[in-house]
């Protein structure tokens, strides 16, 4: 038989084979096979196409990457039956699947990176951070020759806008702005603003007005360059010293726009007492900054997945004296974990929680999985998850698998989690692999 009339054939005989057998599971199974999968070594994985055929398999890298344990590069295979790939080394590995031998079906870059370790956190922590930029927060009518007017949204700027410069120069504090205000409202002249909205740089001018009851200068705004809280530690990588908190990005109260991070620290930070989680209504952990509580770290990025930054040592009261492995989001399952938080004082302590549902989350994303308090002590003392607990780790089976990071209002036992995943790779630890309405307060 003519060999391009053959190919044809078996295309027809493929096609007719998908729409024949289970229209949905065989054909989604294939679908929602990933093109890239990260394994750590020592950790097996598995490719699930459930589809009742024969392939061959193979993988460029036998010594990287091995197939159902064999040693060979290539072996032919039931697809009915998951794939195990059992990885030998760090390295890069493709596994292609050929139907029939002949068609390909699937190729499937595997990436095997060495072990990680890190120290599950818990502990409370005080955060404050400096915004890079002065942050629009509201809007105020200045009264000025008898007319009520604000010459900021006069000029545009609107709740959530960013200042960066103010003619010409770099805002990195609030108290620049009054002596360059009142420079231009004497020289009658209006200020050159650089600004950034939603990412974008932009740029107008604002003619400050004179205030007759209080004597100075005005913009029309209401102004923050800072920003305070509570929250909890989640990992330090000993290695690279680096730490990871809160699961969530830090918002400004006001206007819940990310704060871009200019400078930042985190401090040791006592429990002194909680507020209990009600139908209804978070509670919260109220905590203070120890007077003599020495900087733990600083602050050098706020993403989607929480804090991340430099610490030069393990923080005190870790219950852990060794690191422990983490788990990749396609490790985590339904079932029984752990999450380690503070309840009181500094001491961290160890409650139970079940996870209930885990989302399939090839790339980064927020609500990784869903989990449920269950430990009685932790509910009779919070009523469930508060505020100030997000970042919490969750470990299952000896294994960081993620973080608290919000809590459902209507049922405060329960809430989601991130995967940890996410995590170390927006602080650098692990490596990107990617580009970067339910009624929900942060834990």
């Known amino acids: 038989m003519n060999p391009n009339l053959r190919k044809k054939l078996l295309g027809f005989i493929l096609a007719f084979f998908l729409c024949f057998v289970g229209t949905a599971e065989p054909v989604l199974s294939l679908a929602a096979l990933p093109d890239e999968i990260r394994l750590f070594t020592g950790q097996q994985g598995r490719l699930n196409l459930a589809m009742p055929v024969q392939a061959l398999a193979s993988v460029d890298r036998p010594d990287v990457l091995q197939l159902n344990g064999s040693t060979q590069s290539a072996l032919n295979v039931s697809l009915s039956r998951p794939l195990k790939l059992d990885p030998q080394q760090s390295g890069k590995a493709e596994v292609t699947l050929k139907l ?6 699937k190729t499937v870059h595997v990436n095997i990176m060495p072990e990680l370790k890190v120290y599950p956190g818990g502990q409370t922590i005080g955060v404050k ?5 002065i942050l629009v927060v509201g809007h105020h009518l200045v009264h000025s020759s008898g007319i009520k007017s604000s010459p900021g949204e006069i000029a545009g700027l609107k709740l959530g806008d960013l200042l960066t410069q103010m003619d010409g120069v770099l805002l990195n504090d609030v108290t620049k702005v009054a002596q360059i205000v009142e420079k231009a409202g004497t020289a009658k002249r209006p200020l050159d603003i650089t600004f950034k909205r939603n990412g974008k740089e932009m740029k107008t001018k604002l003619t400050p007005a004179y205030d ?10 209401f102004i923050r360059d800072s920003a ?14 680096v730490y990871g908190a809160l699961g969530h990005v830090i918002t400004d109260m006001n206007t819940q726009t990310p704060i871009e991070v200019g400078s930042g620290q985190i401090l040791q930070s006592n429990v002194t007492s909680i507020s209990r989680s009600e139908e209804g209504e978070p509670g919260e952990k109220r905590a203070h900054f120890l007077k003599d509580g020495r900087i733990l770290g600083n602050v050098e990025r706020n993403t989607h997945f929480g804090i991340f930054g430099k610490m030069d040592e393990k923080p005190s009261h870790s219950l852990y004296r060794e690191p422990i492995p983490v788990a990749l989001a396609g490790e985590v399952k339904a079932g029984p974990a752990e999450i380690l938080t503070v309840v009181e004082g500094q001491e961290v302590e160890r409650f139970k929680v079940e996870i209930i549902h885990v989302s ?12 449920r308090i269950t430990d009685p002590r932790l509910i009779k003392k919070t009523g469930g998850i508060v505020q100030g607990m997000s970042g919490s780790p969750i470990v299952q089976n000896g294994k960081l698998i993620g973080a608290v990071t919000h809590v459902f209002v ?11 995943e996410w995590m170390l790779q927006d602080s650098g630890v692990l490596p990107s692999t990617h580009n970067n309405a339910q009624n929900l307060k942060a834990g």
């Not at 029939?100 to 079906?105: E, S």
């Not at 305070?228 to 010293?241: D, H, N, R, S």
């Open 100 to 105: 029939f031998g002949t068609i390909p079906l």
């Open 129 to 133: 951070v400096k915004s890079a930029g």
């Open 212 to 221: 007759a009851e209080d004597h100075s200068w005005r913009l029309g705004l």
């Open 228 to 241: 305070a809280g509570v929250g909890t530690l989640t990992f330090y990588a000993p290695q690279q010293k």
């Open 360 to 371: 399939r989350q090839d790339a980064p994303a927020t609500k990784g999985m869903v989990l």
């Open 410 to 420: 209507n049922d405060p036992k329960s809430g989601y989690g991130c995967f940890i």
